[in-house]
């Protein structure tokens, strides 16, 4: 089975702080998405990446930036968190058949 | 843009029923469909998708959704549903990006609890 692992289930960070969340996954996929999920809004498309070193806006890229530097890593950065990205941060990975795998998301806290 | 709604912010069943959680789509073109799980404090988890064919689909866990194009729908459906059903649904319609390639856009999800 595909596993697409993010390092941290529940993270507290400082409003201004920099934040980086993590995604690995194991099954050479080419392409890898972050969404982030709000009750009532369903899940939003904040960066996806097609290839190493390559990457696009998605849906709501404000606020955040994303590194690719080898294909099995996809990172999420936050320059400078702000309450407003309290949210659940959610990773995934696609092969070319529209399926994705989804990680088991990172519960992101600002204070 | 494609889009899918979700009417319904949560569907209450009682065990052994027949369930519906309903999914309606807006698409120029040929939809390609799917339907996710989550179950809480997880990530999301593959159920079924149409491309084309048969428009009934058979998916995981005895789930299955009907394809009905007249109505530009995409309901999930189960026989008979069990209290381990109880979990949140997401409708997903493949989407294009501005820069090219493509994406997953979901509905808002609909919370499914099923009761003894």
């Known amino acids: 089975d595909v596993k697409v692992t993010q390092s941290s289930r529940y993270l507290v960070k400082r409003t201004g702080e920099k934040v980086f969340l993590e995604c690995v996954q194991d099954?050479?996929?080419?392409?890898m998405f972050w969404y982030r999920q709000d009750p009532g809004l369903g899940l939003r498309l904040i960066y996806f990446s097609y290839d190493v070193k390559m990457k696009e806006k998605g849906d709501i890229p404000e606020g955040y930036s994303v590194s690719r530097e080898k294909k099995e890593r996809f990172s999420l950065i936050l320059e400078s968190a702000s309450t407003n990205q309290t949210s659940m941060y959610l990773c995934?990975?696609?092969?070319?058949?529209?399926?994705?795998?989804f990680g088991s998301g990172t519960r992101l806290t600002v204070v | 843009a494609q889009s899918v709604a979700q009417p319904e912010d949560q569907v209450n069943v009682a065990e052994g029923n027949p369930l519906t959680v309903k999914c309606t789509y807006s698409?120029?073109?040929?939809?390609?469909l799917f339907w996710y799980v989550q179950y809480p404090n997880r990530g999301l988890q593959f159920l079924l998708k149409y491309i084309t064919g048969d428009n009934l689909v058979k998916g995981s866990y005895g789930f299955e959704a009907e394809f009905n194009k007249s109505q530009t729908s995409f309901h999930l459906k189960k026989p008979s549903a069990l209290v381990s059903d109880s979990a949140l649904y997401f409708c997903a319609v493949r989407d294009f990006l501005t820069g090219g390639g493509n994406k997953l856009t979901f509905g808002t999800g609909t919370q499914l609890k099923v009761e003894l």
């Open positions: 099954m050479d996929h080419e392409n």
């Open positions: 698409v120029s073109g040929n939809p390609y």
């Open positions: 995934a990975s696609r092969p070319e058949d529209y399926g994705y795998t």
